[in-house]
């Protein structure tokens, strides 16, 4: 099974790269953040101001480039936002103040998850669009978020790093913990030179309309609500949420915990790449929705498992087709709007999906202090049940044009013709 399909522009394969220097980036840095500012001698509403600092900055810098990257062109905005990814390490290495930590997790690039919801990802994701055919659209978003995935979780096991740089460099902490800001700085200076090789006729704007989102505002606000219900189930199940569950369900130590998690990881991995294979025989909707409904039905079975195995055998399941609609779903959405609007698209999807799944692991830790069964399991499964039919019911009619085309030529009429 091939990562990138054939077919792949040098364009797209930049990208690739880029995602994946800023996912080991991420990896590392989300683990290591609340660390650094404790270890500054910060409490840990010190490490909620700032970690709320970098969502809010995210989500406003992600906003704003979305809409404006029509006027200023992707290519450029991605370029300036690398070397803001470098200026971020370089502030977060050499200033030990609280508000200016708080003020450059505002401005900067720091993401507080490997999930990659940063400035980035409406102008890569865009770009990326555009920079291959229809057809092979979705097998190079399920590659991209692929690249995320497994880089992340190696650039988790950096934050291992800064315990080897003590032993061997004889260094402090601190100093240790500034080193991976280093490392932050530095990725972001690579990732500068690969966004510098895009061809600057991205930028073109050449015909474009002024406003971000045009004829398909009522389609992009339509899925951003749905996506925000998707969301807010998910917030209810965020992994450790769920490993606390299962360590108060059937007492599951430390270890075999992680063993599970790695074991999911790898199983959502390999879906990406089914995806993308599955789409092409039932199409993208349908992809979207017939592997997420089952995996919503294991999320409510969860709660109910009588024994552990019975338990992972529900969450590996769950992990296998959960996320085949992470790559359909950023596929369809460039589908299914003009390319002038995919940047603006992009952003307005994705950030009320961050934003609706901060506020349900309030209530899912609210819920598990009442009671020791698995409620919280019931609702997302049940919300994420909901969000599946829904989806269907307004967007199964809505193909994207590869699909219409398709659907055409497959007709009785062109046959004979």
């Given at each position: 099974?091939?990562?990138?399909?054939?077919?792949?522009?040098?364009?797209a394969?930049i990208?690739?790269?880029?995602?994946?220097?800023?996912?080991?980036?991420?990896?590392?840095?989300?683990?290591?953040?609340?660390?650094?500012?404790?270890?500054?001698?910060?409490?840990?509403?010190?490490?909620?101001?700032i970690?709320?600092a970098?969502?809010?900055?995210?989500?406003?810098?992600?906003?704003?480039?979305?809409?404006?990257?029509?006027r200023?062109?992707?290519r450029?905005?991605l370029?300036?936002?690398?070397?803001?990814?470098?200026?971020?390490?370089?502030?977060?290495?050499?200033v030990?103040?609280?508000?200016?930590?708080v003020?450059?997790?505002?401005?900067?690039?720091?993401?507080?998850?490997?999930?990659d919801?940063?400035?980035?990802?409406?102008?890569?994701?865009?770009?990326?669009?555009?920079?291959?055919?229809?057809?092979?659209?979705t097998?190079?978003?399920?590659?991209?978020?692929?690249v995320?995935?497994?880089?992340?979780?190696?650039?988790?096991?950096?934050?291992?790093?800064?315990?080897?740089?003590?032993?061997?460099?004889?260094?402090?902490?601190?100093?240790?913990?500034?080193?991976?800001?280093?490392l932050?700085?530095?990725?972001g200076?690579?990732?500068?030179?690969?966004?510098?090789?895009?061809?600057?006729?991205?930028?073109?704007?050449?015909?474009?309309?002024?406003?971000?989102?045009?004829?398909?505002?009522?389609?992009?606000?339509?899925?951003?609500?749905?996506?925000?219900?998707?969301s807010?189930?998910?917030?209810f199940?965020?992994?450790?949420?769920?490993?606390?569950?299962?360590?108060?369900r059937?007492?599951?130590?430390?270890?075999?915990?992680g063993?599970?998690?790695?074991?999911?990881?790898?199983?959502?991995?390999?879906?990406?790449?089914?995806?993308?294979?599955?789409?092409?025989?039932?199409g993208?909707?349908?992809?979207?929705?017939?592997?997420?409904?089952?995996?919503?039905?294991?999320?409510?079975?969860l709660?109910?498992?009588?024994?552990?195995?019975?338990?992972?055998a529900?969450?590996?399941?769950?992990a296998?087709?959960?996320?085949?609609?992470?790559?359909?779903?950023?596929?369809?959405?460039?589908?299914?709007?003009?390319?002038p609007?995919?940047?603006?698209?992009?952003?307005?999807?994705?950030?009320?999906?961050?934003?609706?799944?901060?506020?349900a692991?309030?209530?899912?830790?609210?819920?598990?202090?009442?009671s020791?069964?698995g409620?919280?399991?019931?609702?997302?499964?049940?919300?994420?049940?909901?969000?599946?039919v829904?989806?269907?019911?307004?967007?199964?009619?809505?193909?994207p044009?590869?699909?219409?085309?398709?659907?055409?030529?497959?007709?009785?009429?062109?046959?004979?013709?």
């Open positions: 099974m091939r990562l990138l399909p054939e077919g792949t522009t040098r364009e394969r990208l690739y790269a880029g995602r994946g220097l800023r996912a080991f980036a991420d990896g590392f840095v989300s683990l290591l953040l609340p660390i650094y500012i404790m270890a500054l001698g910060f409490d840990v509403f010190a490490v909620g101001v970690s709320a970098t969502m809010l900055g995210s989500a406003a810098l992600t906003v704003a480039v979305g809409f404006t990257a029509n200023f062109g992707r450029g905005l370029v300036a936002s690398s070397l803001l990814m470098v200026a971020t390490g370089i502030g977060f290495l050499a030990r103040d609280l508000w200016p930590l003020a450059i997790a505002f401005i900067g690039t720091i993401n507080p998850s490997p999930a919801v940063s400035v980035f990802y409406p102008l890569e994701q865009a770009l990326l669009a555009e920079t291959v055919s229809a057809k092979n659209r097998a190079t978003f399920a590659g991209y978020a692929l995320g995935s497994l880089v992340a979780a190696l650039g988790a096991l950096a934050a291992g790093l800064p315990g080897l740089f003590q032993a061997s460099l004889g260094i402090g902490f601190v100093a240790s913990l500034q080193a991976m800001f280093g932050y700085a530095v990725l200076l690579f990732t500068y030179g690969l966004y510098r090789r895009l061809p600057a006729s991205l930028d073109r704007t050449d015909g474009r309309p002024s406003s971000a989102l045009g004829p398909s505002r009522r389609i992009v606000f339509t899925l951003a609500a749905l996506f925000s219900l998707d807010f189930g998910g917030g199940v965020v992994q450790s949420l769920l490993a606390l569950w299962l360590f108060r059937f007492g599951l130590s430390l270890e075999a915990a063993a599970i998690f790695f074991w999911s990881g790898i199983f959502t991995s390999i879906s990406y790449l089914v995806a993308a294979r599955l789409s092409r025989r039932i993208l909707v349908n992809t979207m929705v017939f592997t997420h409904l089952p995996a919503n039905l294991c999320t409510i079975g709660a109910f498992a009588p024994d552990l195995g019975v338990a992972i529900l969450l590996l399941i769950r296998a087709l959960s996320q085949m609609d992470v790559p359909t779903r950023s596929s369809y959405v460039m589908a299914v709007v003009t390319p609007e995919r940047a603006a698209a992009a952003s307005i999807t994705a950030l009320p999906r961050s934003l609706a799944s901060s506020l692991p309030l209530l899912a830790g609210w819920i598990f202090t009442l020791p069964f409620w919280p399991l019931v609702a997302a499964g049940t919300l994420k049940a909901i969000y599946d829904l989806l269907l019911i307004l967007f199964r009619s809505h193909k044009p590869e699909e219409e085309e398709a659907v055409r030529a497959s007709s009785p009429r062109a046959a004979a013709t």
